[in-house]
């Protein structure tokens, strides 16, 4: 049997891939993490029985500690996710934590030498080049979880990677596809959150509807695929059906078709290079699908995806200072304290007056995520 960890078992992915475990006898799950979620995790102790257990919020750590008895470790804070992550005799580490806060944890899974099975875009957005440094150091895998980079990860296997011409990942479009900046200017968050395909946690919703998950992926496939920027294209394809494609030089493009369910990518990246049924996974009625669309974004009203690209063109941190400016401004747009459209300018403002570290280290990266995130917190939340 593998062993897996898992680092955020009880958001949208982490059940998920529980769900892929519980459906599989070949997975033997070692360690899970949480935030503070510790009912679910209870029930995921009960039912997976993990010899370790971390929870970041300490005082819910101790709690659950309450909950449960001895045959279950149970850490606590950061340094608890980091040990979970790094624990020996574990093949494959599951990363999906939210945001930046996976980061260190990435890191700790691959200097222990286990495979990454990556849903979080986060860690390649602002870690990229240190990721990619220490995968080649310590000969591991990342096999990418999301659909997008899943989907392009199958369809590299059809050649090499020098006939590789240029990456296609497509977008859904969000809620809001078609609208203008004035349409959008009084949107709700209620609004926001009705993705018209995926299920997902409200802030990979939010970010597909400002096509700034758009911008995070193309960055995060350059690092993952080693694609320039210039040969990597954002296609909005509202149906979901093909979940990225790749473009050949002989003009072949390669595409992955599949129902938008995250279980089909979750069980490629923990049985590569094999593949798995998955009890309850509804196939595709290629005969029901009618048409299947295609437009260019429209990165004047949505502004997001422009503005990763920009950052990704400059590089350093950046990358860094546009993910930890979305990440709060979306924290803001949920507290109902900013408007939609003010989302991207945050991001803009921010960018604009950031002084760039061309090749930064980790302490730079978490330096520079926290200045970032203290002065709009001043300037928003007073």
């Not at 029985?49 to 804070?77: E, Q, R």
């Not at 591991?140 to 011409?165: M, R, T, W, Y």
């Not at 995806?305 to 941190?317: H, I, P, S, V």
């Not at 993910?323 to 803009?348: G, M, R, W």
Request: aromatic fraction near 6%; glycine fraction near 6%; include cysteine.
């Amino acid at each position: 049997m593998k062993n897996i960890v898992i680092l955020g078992s009880t958001g949208s992915i982490g059940t998920q891939t529980l769900d892929v475990v519980r459906k599989s006898n070949e997975f033997r799950v070692i360690g899970l993490t949480c935030y503070n979620n510790i009912e679910l995790m209870k029930k995921q102790i009960d039912e997976f029985k993990p010899k370790f257990v971390a929870v970041k919020d300490t005082t819910y750590a101790k709690k659950l500690k309450d909950m449960i008895d001895d045959s279950t470790v149970i850490l606590s804070g950061e340094d608890g996710i980091n040990e979970i992550a790094s624990i020996p005799d574990v093949q494959t580490v599951v990363v999906a934590i939210e945001g930046i806060a996976a980061l260190v944890p990435a890191i700790k899974a691959i200097e222990a030498g286990h495979d990454i099975a990556l849903a979080n875009k986060e860690c390649l957005v602002t870690g990229g080049h240190i990721i990619k440094r220490l995968v080649s150091e310590k000969n591991i895998n990342i096999l990418p979880v999301d659909s997008e980079h899943n989907a392009i990860f199958q369809c590299i296997q059809s050649g090499k990677k020098e006939f590789v011409n240029k990456l296609i990942i497509t977008a859904s479009g969000g809620p809001f596809r078609g609208k203008t900046v004035n349409e959008l200017k009084y949107v709700t968050v209620e609004e926001a959150l009705k993705h018209p395909n995926w299920k997902m946690g409200k802030k990979i919703t939010i970010d597909s509807a400002t096509l700034m998950n758009k911008g995070f992926e193309v960055i995060e496939a350059k690092w993952l695929f080693d694609i320039p920027m210039n040969k990597i294209e954002v296609v909005v394809h509202k149906e979901s059906i093909i979940h990225s494609m790749v473009e050949f030089i002989d003009g072949s493009i390669i595409a992955e078709m599949a129902t938008p369910d995250m279980r089909i990518p979750i069980q490629y990246a923990l049985n590569f290079p094999n593949r798995k049924y998955i009890d309850g996974v509804s196939y595709l009625d290629v005969t029901k699908i009618g048409n299947l669309s295609f437009e260019k974004p429209d990165i004047n009203t949505f502004r997001c995806l422009r503005l990763a690209y920009d950052a990704l063109k400059e590089g350093g941190t950046m990358t860094t200072v546009l993910n930890t400016a979305d990440e709060v401004a979306v924290q803001l747009f949920l507290k109902k304290i900013i408007s939609f459209n003010d989302i991207p300018y945050i991001i803009e403002k921010y960018m604009n007056n950031h002084k760039n570290i061309i090749n930064p280290e980790l302490n730079d990266i978490i330096e520079v995520d926290n200045e970032i995130r203290a002065k709009i917190k001043r300037e928003y939340m007073r």
